[in-house]
Every structure is written in structure tokens, then in C-alpha cells.
């Protein structure tokens, strides 16, 4: 038995190597750095501590806390339409219709696409002189085109809408996974018992499905805190700022500006929001199923 095991960790080393290497010691060496002032254009003034300064100038920099509630707002926007939409995918998706397969593998298409080619498409089709979007509203009629990316509210409309084509269908896999896990005997209970569609819908489907919804809700957040190369590429955080999501300003600080030291300090406080936001929906997910197994 003591080899088995010795066998197993063996295998498992250069995972763990691999897991420290590219995980654990980034994640420690940005949280050193955030207690640093150096500057990556200017190496000879070497690093200076500067202790809890980097954190200081994020609470009073006007930038980045314009850039935290941008983040909010995408976060607040994104993830509940992209769990109702992908939940009414993957009700369709659950029923038994010819092609069912077929369209499975259609709706998976945004989320298989790069994001970095589906961010690019975006571009193209919110663009003021060809795009698809203008086009459709007026037609071949070039002088009225508008120019949705070069304003502020557009252009966050503009993200928003991207990150819930390309996303939408995560969360609808993560459901629909959540609906077949359903055993049929409860429907075919609830129909004896008269109950109408809408009725299982609320009192066998939902409850069995939060944890689920949780799942995707978990994965989805964490994602849309952290999201980078769709405003990247569409917008590079204009403009004056309006889609400067915090770690797309936190990119802009650590490798334009060459800030480091605060470029970290903004790389730490977007992991430990997901930290909290992750074990909160672990909490909350825990409750969910020993409420499901309480008898």
C-alpha cells in the first residue's frame, strides 16, 4: 500500500512543480512587489519599500476607483442575463426534439470561438464605417452612421453585449448539466399530482437546479472580475476611460506605465476579490446542498 502511494505522489510531483511554478509563485511574488515602488522603465533606481503605500494610492486614485465601478457594473449587468439566457438554452436543450445535437453544437459555438477573434469581430461590427450594426439601423445611409466605441455608455454596452454572445453558452452547459442530473420520476410525480408546467418548473426544477445555478454563477464572476482581452482588443479601456475594467488598468500601470509595484497591488486586490466572492459562493453552495439532503 506504502508504494502505491509513493507510486501516486510521484506521478502527481511534476504537477505540483508545475502548479508552483506557474500559479503559487506568481501569485507570491506579486503580492512582494505590491509593498515595492519601482519602475520598469527606470531598473538602475532599483526597488524601494514602500509598505502598505500601493494600496493607499488605490483607495484615493481616481482612476482606478472609476475602473472598480466599472467592473461592478459589467459584473452586475453580464451575469444575470447571461444566467437567464443560458437557462432558457438549456431548457431547450434538455427537451427531445430532431436536431437536438445538431443545434447543441451551434449554441457552443461563441464560447469555442478565441476571445481574442471574437473580441475582433465585435469590433468590426460596432464599427462607425462598416459595421453591422449601423448598417442595420441605417442602412446604406453612411452620414448618419454612429460611432458606438468612441462613447462611453455605448462602448460599455458594446463590452456587455460581447462578453454575454461569447459567454452565455458556459453558463448553458453548466445548466443544462444541472437539469439532466434531474431524475424524470419527480416530473412524471408532479404531472399525477396536476401540477402545470410553470408550477414544475418552480417547485422541482429550480430547487434542484441551484446548485447549478451556483456552479455557473461561481464561474462566471470570477471570469467577468478578471475579464482583459475583450476590452483589450475592442476598446483599450477608452473612452476617457469608460471601459477601463480594474485589471485592464492594472495592465496599463504594471506594463505601459511601467508602476510595478502599484501594477501589483491592483493584480493582488482583483485576486483577493475573487478569493471572497469565490468562497462566498462556496459557502452558499455548501448550505444549498445539505439543505438538499436534509430529509
Same mark, same amino acid.
Do not use: C
Given at each position: ?72 457594473? /459589467?459584473?452586475? #449587468? &453580464?451575469? *444575470? +442575463?447571461?444566467?437567464?439566457?443560458? !437557462?432558457?438554452?438549456? %431548457? ?108 414544475? /418548473?418552480?417547485? #422541482? &426544477?429550480? *430547487? +434542484?437546479?441551484?446548485?447549478?445555478? !451556483?456552479?455557473?454563477? %461561481? ?77
Amino acid at each position: 500500500m506504502k508504494n502505491s502511494q509513493r507510486l501516486a505522489l510521484l506521478f502527481l510531483l511534476p504537477s505540483f512543480f508545475f502548479v508552483a511554478l506557474f500559479s503559487i509563485f506568481p501569485i507570491v511574488e506579486s503580492f512582494r512587489l505590491s509593498f515595492y515602488r519601482m519602475i520598469l522603465t527606470l531598473p538602475w533606481l532599483g526597488q524601494r519599500m514602500v509598505g502598505w503605500e500601493n494600496y493607499r494610492d488605490l483607495l484615493t486614485d481616481p482612476v482606478a476607483l472609476a475602473s472598480i465601478r466599472t467592473t461592478v457594473i /459589467f459584473i452586475a #449587468v &453580464t451575469i *444575470p +442575463l447571461e444566467l437567464l439566457f443560458g !437557462l432558457g438554452i438549456a %431548457l431547450v436543450l434538455n427537451e427531445m426534439f430532431r436536431g437536438r445535437g445538431l443545434l447543441r453544437a451551434v449554441v457552443l459555438i461563441p464560447w469555442a470561438i478565441p476571445t481574442v477573434v471574437a473580441s475582433q469581430m465585435w469590433r468590426f461590427i460596432f464599427n462607425d464605417r462598416y459595421g453591422l450594426v449601423n448598417f442595420a439601423l441605417f442602412g446604406a445611409d453612411t452620414s448618419s452612421y454612429l460611432a458606438p466605441l468612441a462613447h462611453p455608455y455605448f462602448a460599455l454596452a458594446a463590452i456587455i453585449i460581447a462578453e454575454i454572445w461569447k459567454t452565455t453558452p458556459f453558463a448553458a452547459l453548466i445548466i443544462l448539466a444541472g437539469l439532466q442530473s434531474i431524475p424524470d420520476d419527480l416530473y412524471e410525480a408532479a404531472s399525477v399530482d396536476g401540477a402545470t408546467p410553470w408550477q414544475k /418548473f418552480r417547485h #422541482v &426544477t429550480l *430547487p +434542484l437546479l441551484t446548485p447549478a445555478l !451556483l456552479l455557473a454563477l %461561481l464561474f462566471r464572476t470570477i471570469d467577468a472580475l478578471r475579464v482583459f482581452d475583450l476590452v483589450f482588443v475592442m476598446t483599450q479601456g477608452g473612452p476617457a476611460d469608460a471601459t477601463n475594467v480594474l485589471q485592464f488598468y492594472g495592465y496599463k500601470k504594471t506594463f505601459a506605465e511601467g508602476m510595478i509595484g502599484y501594477g501589483s497591488a491592483i493584480a493582488v486586490t482583483v485576486f483577493f476579490m475573487s478569493l471572497v466572492l469565490a468562497l462566498a459562493y462556496l459557502r452558499a453552495f455548501k448550505t444549498t446542498r445539505l439543505q438538499g439532503q436534509t430529509p
